[in-house]
C-alpha cells in the first residue's frame, strides 16, 4: 500500500489557494500499481461487502471513477454502470444536484441503468468533503437499487467527508488515507 500512497503526487495550493490536491495519476504510471490497487479494493470489497452476497454492479463517478470501475468490475464479475456529469448520458436519467467547496453542480444516472433491489456499491477515486459520493448514493437509491456501501482509493480524513455519508446511513471504506 504504501508504494501506492507514494505514487500519489500533492499540489499544494491546486486548483485554487488552500486546497492540497492530490494527484492519482502518478499510479497509472505503473501498471504493477494499477494492478495492485484493483487487488487491494477487491481485497476491501470482498472483506466488507461481499461475503454473503456477490455484487450485481459497481457505480463509478465521472471521471476517475472510471478508470478504477471497470477494471474491479471485471475482477468481481459484475456490471460496471457510469454516473456523469449532467447532460452526458442519453435517454431519461435521475438526476442530483450536490455542493462543491465552489460552487454546485449535477450527477446523472441513467434510469435503465440498475434494477431494483440490484446490490450496489458506489466507487471513486476520492473522498474529500464527500458531496459528490453522497449525490451518487442518493441516485442510487432513486433507482430503487440496494446500496451496500462506498469505496473510495483515497480518503482525505481532515475534510471529513466520511461524517456526510454516515448521515445517509453508508459505509465508506478506503485503500489509504491522507
Do not use: W
Not at 14 to 39: A, C, H, R, W
Not at 147 to 163: A, M, P
Amino acid at each position: 500500500i504504501q508504494r501506492i500512497k507514494d505514487a500519489i503526487g500533492n499540489y499544494p495550493d491546486f486548483p485554487k489557494k488552500g486546497v492540497q490536491f492530490k494527484d492519482l495519476f502518478g499510479i497509472f504510471k505503473d501498471p504493477k500499481l494499477i494492478q495492485e490497487s484493483i487487488d487491494f479494493l477487491a481485497d476491501i470489497v470482498a472483506e466488507h461487502y461481499t461475503k454473503n452476497k456477490p455484487l450485481d454492479a459497481i457505480v463509478g463517478l465521472d471521471a476517475r471513477g472510471f478508470l478504477l470501475g471497470p477494471m474491479l468490475a471485471v475482477k468481481l464479475n459484475c456490471a460496471f454502470v457510469p454516473i456523469r456529469k449532467a447532460n452526458k448520458l442519453p435517454g431519461e436519467c435521475f438526476s442530483e444536484n450536490y455542493e462543491l467547496e465552489y460552487g454546485t453542480a449535477t450527477l446523472e444516472l441513467s434510469k435503465s441503468a440498475l434494477s431494483p433491489g440490484a446490490r450496489v456499491l458506489v466507487l471513486d477515486d476520492l473522498i474529500a468533503i464527500g458531496g459528490t459520493l453522497a449525490a451518487a448514493c442518493r441516485l442510487v437509491r432513486k433507482a430503487s437499487a440496494d446500496l451496500i456501501g462506498c469505496v473510495v482509493l483515497v480518503e482525505l480524513t481532515y475534510l471529513n467527508g466520511r461524517e456526510k455519508l454516515e448521515e445517509l446511513g453508508v459505509s465508506v471504506q478506503s485503500l489509504i488515507t491522507f
